[in-house]
């Protein structure tokens, strides 16, 4: 079974600056495997529980990445993009979270970079993504600020053994979601439901963030990123209510997190919902100067206030089911394209974001970098998914002609992988992966991103 050509011709992209990175994006739990081979982390505990992945499965095996790592380095190697963003297993590392190191854990990133090195691939590693140790977990988590330090001896051990090869470093990826799926809802490990009292693990993760990049620097990396995902808000209408619950959205998804890391701030009112103990000193932490800042972008959403009739039914969002009791409800945004993950497909809604940043963060604004970006489709003639990546880069150069310090972008994913409480039901990769053989096949997308890339090397 193989891809055959896009059907249909499309206008070459604009050219991007030469310097202009570009990469695909992976995650450790997502694909690897081989969960025997290192500790369990809170996502093994919350996949064997009944009914928390909708199609039941387990990424026990995932990809097999880390058995067929050489294959896929191949694969990144043969698209033709110049780095590699995948995250490290924190429990592969570290098997309870602190002290003991596991040295064959330590070995497979060493060998995964080796090989990325020798295909000309940069490695981007990224130190958590939503693995957390079970012993940690186990003890409070990311609800104690304890994990925040753990967490900047396990980002030293990690830059002590690859540090000499990767250069480019992310600390966290999108604690928004880690907050708000897996400790307010309780949809995504450790399937916690603490509503608003989740908060204290948005800050700690930001803790963490900061302490993990004065340990990187004091090893001497010098590249150091954080991916958020970010997205506009839109107000159902113009209506007061409306216009305050989407604000109040914007603030809980996106504000919460970009200002203390670029302002090192609260907005208004969050300060006073986080853990005791001193804030101040802690947004310091928090404000430790980046690189660059990374965005994670898939779509806008549309928020209006709470509506009478579903005041008692929770809400379908896009694989999310939202409780009746907040105080927004976000709404359809109607007339475009859906992904099979039910996300509208808004390529100029990029633009607006990343031009919104600049407007909001002027001077302080670190150059950006796309993180992630992709869609969820099915089959390997993937047009849907080429024309999502054409709009959004073409959404993504006219945010450069504005004037927006982008750097680079990744997309989201490079194979299929384990969709977190998704399973396996949800497809994002350039690489199709049938998980009876794991056999890997490159995508119509994969193939017009390569020839999108060569044709911007010339
Ligand atoms: O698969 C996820 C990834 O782990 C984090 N960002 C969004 C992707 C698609 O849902």
């Known amino acids: 079974m193989a891809a055959t050509h896009a059907t249909h011709v499309r206008e070459p992209l604009p050219q991007f600056p030469r310097d202009f990175v570009w990469g695909v994006s992976t995650s450790a739990h997502q694909i690897e495997g081989a969960v025997d081979e290192r500790g369990p982390s809170v996502w093994d505990a919350f996949t064997a529980l009944p009914g928390r992945v909708k199609d039941g499965t387990t990424a026990a095996v995932a990809c097999d990445h880390y058995h067929r790592y050489r294959e896929d380095v191949a694969l990144i190697r043969e698209l033709g993009v110049g780095a590699y963003r995948f995250s490290v297993s924190w429990p592969r590392v570290l098997p309870s979270g602190a002290g003991q190191v596991s040295t064959s854990g330590l070995d497979f990133y060493d060998r995964l970079v080796d090989e990325l090195c020798a295909a000309g691939v940069s ?23 304890d994990t925040a330090e753990r967490f900047a001896e396990y980002a030293a051990v990690v830059a002590a053994r690859i540090g000499d090869r990767a250069k480019k470093w992310i600390t966290l990826n999108e604690p928004a979601e880690h907050t708000l799926l897996g400790h ?20 700690h993760q930001l803790v963490a963030h900061g302490l993990a990049v004065r340990a990187l620097r004091a090893a ?19 209506s007061a209510e409306d216009t305050q619950a989407a ?47 990374g965005i994670n972008f898939y779509q806008p959403t549309k928020v209006g206030a709470p509506l009478p009739a579903t005041a008692t ?34 390529p100029e809604s990029l633009t607006e974001l990343l031009t919104g940043f600049r407007d909001r963060y002027g001077d302080r604004l670190p150059p950006l970098v796309i993180t992630e970006n992709g869609c969820s489709y099915e089959g390997i003639d993937d047009e849907r998914r080429i ?13 450069l002609e504005a004037g927006v310090d ?4 990744f997309v989201w994913s490079l194979m299929d992988n384990f969709e977190w409480a998704e399973g396996y039901r949800q497809r994002f990769g350039l690489v199709h992966v049938d998980y009876a053989t794991l056999q890997r096949t ?16 010339t």
């Open 123 to 145: 490695p981007v590693p990224t130190l958590f993504h939503w693995d957390t140790p079970l012993a940690l977990a186990d003890e409070g988590g990311w609800l104690r600020r």
């Open 184 to 203: 307010a809802l309780g949809q995504h490990a450790p399937g916690e439901q603490l509503m608003f009292d989740a908060l204290p693990v948005a800050h």
């Open 220 to 238: 001497g990396i010098a590249d150091i990123g954080i991916a958020n995902s970010h997205g506009p808000t839109w107000p159902a209408s113009p």
């Open 247 to 293: 604000d109040f959205y914007d603030v809980l998804l996106n504000r919460l997190f970009s200002d203390p890391l670029i302002l090192g701030r609260y907005p208004d009112g969050i300060a006073e919902l986080m853990p005791g103990g001193d804030i101040e000193a802690d947004l310091k932490v928090i404000a430790e100067p980046v690189d660059w800042y």
């Open 313 to 346: 039914t929770a809400t379908e969002f896009g694989g999310i089911t939202l409780p009746p009791e907040l105080p927004f409800a976000p709404r359809e945004i109607e007339g475009r394209p859906m992904t099979d993950f039910g996300w509208p497909v808004v």
């Open 387 to 399: 024309d999502y990546l054409d709009g959004h880069l073409r959404a993504l150069h006219r945010a």
């Open 406 to 409: 982008v750097r680079g972008y």
């Open 442 to 457: 490159p995508k119509a997308s994969y193939a017009w991103l390569r020839e999108a890339l060569r044709a911007q090397r």
